[in-house]
């Protein structure tokens, strides 16, 4: 009896084992590691509060608040089968805090033909029954007068403008809004999927994605902070500018294991 | 394996098992929740306990006796409490608070209300306390306050009659220590829950706003005008503080560096955290040095009074003309509504 005993739990040890590596060896997490540059140069959180970037327009400004969200990670296969993961990331690059971002599940190794994220929430996630307490304790929501939701980003700052004094600036992006009040019109989404390109997964890669700040100020429209500084929130205008200027803002910058 | 093994093993099986018993015997105070309001629950991450010092029936108790007991003092006649009145949201009318032999301090006490949802945990006006617990060790020693040393303090509690005692029955142990005592005190202010005002109300649907509170409601919510949101919550955050250090433009030069002073970098010069605006009805004067006697000179700075700096906050809207510039009717309201967020129960009970 005892030796029966002995063999069956010695098989399903095995049998145990031989799972866990199957599982090992074919399916993996994913990070997502986000560095942030102005054009070539690296750009963290000791590079800010002092003037020391120029942007297309030619103005010097310094950034003393940046932080995003994305969601909804997702992976094409080469089926063009989307597996998506969903949930979300909110990117302080003034704390230092979640630049490195593992969404909870695992995908299985192999050749992707694209990978993709949401800047931002799109309008599902943004609304969605009960909020995000997490987003909400950290003043990331949006006043319902102003469309509700979440912003996508929060980037301020000082630049010098036209008469030689430092001057604040609001670069807040969320959902365009017009007919600020109780009843709010939407005349475009503004949140946008950001394409990564192929990628190869292996074992717990790494996936490095570089915002490019200089960007938001440059195509494909020269941002001219004398005029759009602050106040952005219900100027849908702007808010479609900062839109058509994210398109470019994000790359891959490498895949490591 | 053979018999003898399996005596051995039994044998340490059976004291493993009396060991246990013998925990289960111990003493241990009654672990107490916070009572978390609806619209905390519904909105707002967790509160922070630290596993270190959960709250208990009895350490709550204990702390709350200690926030009002004078012996705290290096001459027996101040508490916490004095300068942090109950009727006032846990803060002081005076400017500045006396400290024991009158000398007084540089910033105005802060209300003490919803502690525990400070996320980042730092405390004071220049956050230089990390945890509660840390915080409540300052004012005992500090020559502009109590005036004390924790030698002196602890030796009175310890020959006091019942502290001995109340020690025991909240930590297990009648040896009484600093970390003790702050210990209590920050498990009885973590208890110290604000959230029953008339806009708690009306946000549960159980109160309707004026005319004039709805539109200093909007106010306070639009970007074009008081852009009140980005560092003081909102209906969504309704803590109505970020708790986080801003420059909101008080002065030119800074006479007092805040948070630089804590940090040593300049950028955090005249930097404060924001406060709460909950229960402002209650607690005047305003900013970190009182200067401020009420909320209509309050909005003025933020309306007409902003001082340019180099760390002045880039939220601050309009520095160069002074500010947004509201219109007296939008000033009004926007009073209106801040009184709004008095919680008359958090004061009376």
Known sequence: MKKILCLITITLLLLRCESDAVSANTQTNVSLNFVHAWEDTPVTNSDFNSIQFTNENGEQLSIERLRYLISNVTFTTANNENLVFNGYNLIDVTNNQNLSFTPTGAIPLGTYNNVSFIFGFNNEDNYIEGGYPDLNSASFNVPGMLGGGYHYMQFDGKFINATNEAQGFNYHAIRAVENIGENPTFPKDTFFKVNLGAVTITANTVLTIEMNIAEWFKTPNRWNLNELNQMLMPNADAQIMMFENGQNVFSLKSVNE | ???????????????????????????????????????????????????????????????????????????????????????????????????????????????????????????????????????????????????????????????????????????????????????????????????????????????????????????????????????????????????????????????????????????????????????????????????FNTLEDVINHYSEGLKPSSTIDPLMKKVAQGGVGLSEKDKADLIAFLLTLSDYEFIEN
């Open chain 2, 1 to 291: 394996m053979n018999k003898r093994h399996i005596h051995i093993a039994l044998v340490l099986a059976f004291i493993c098992c009396a060991c246990t018993n013998e925990r289960v015997d111990t003493y241990a105070p009654t672990p107490i929740s916070l009572e978390i309001p609806q619209l905390f629950q519904d909105n707002i991450i967790a509160p922070v306990i630290p596993s270190n010092n959960p709250l208990t029936a009895e350490g709550v108790a204990l702390g709350k006796q200690l926030f009002f007991e004078p012996m705290l003092s290096g001459n027996n006649t101040q508490a916490c409490a004095d300068c942090h009145n109950p009727q006032h949201a846990f803060t002081d009318i005076s400017r500045f608070s006396d400290g024991i032999d009158g000398s007084l301090g540089n910033r105005n006490a802060m209300p003490l209300f919803n502690l525990a949802w400070n996320y980042n945990e730092r405390f004071f006006w220049d956050g230089k306390s990390f945890s509660l617990e840390h915080q409540a060790f300052s004012p005992v020693t500090d020559p502009n306050e109590m005036k004390s040393s924790w030698s002196e303090v602890t030796q009175k509690l310890q020959q006091d009659a019942n502290y001995p005692t109340l020690f025991q029955q909240a930590f297990g142990t009648s040896q009484i220590d600093s970390i003790l005592v702050t210990k209590a005190i920050a498990q009885f202010e973590r208890t110290l829950i604000s959230a029953n005002s008339k806009f708690d109300k009306f946000l549960l649907g159980e109160a309707q706003l004026t005319p004039e509170e709805q539109n200093g409601f909007d106010v306070f919510m639009d970007e074009a005008r008081g852009d009140c949101f980005h560092c003081h919550g909102s209906d969504k955050n309704p803590l109505w503080t970020d708790n986080a250090f801003h420059n909101n433009g008080l002065d030119f030069e800074f006479t007092d560096l805040g948070l630089g002073a804590i940090t040593g970098d300049p950028a955090d010069n005249g930097k404060f955290r924001s406060p709460s605006l909950r229960n402002l009805e209650f607690t005047a004067p305003y900013m970190h040095d009182g200067r």
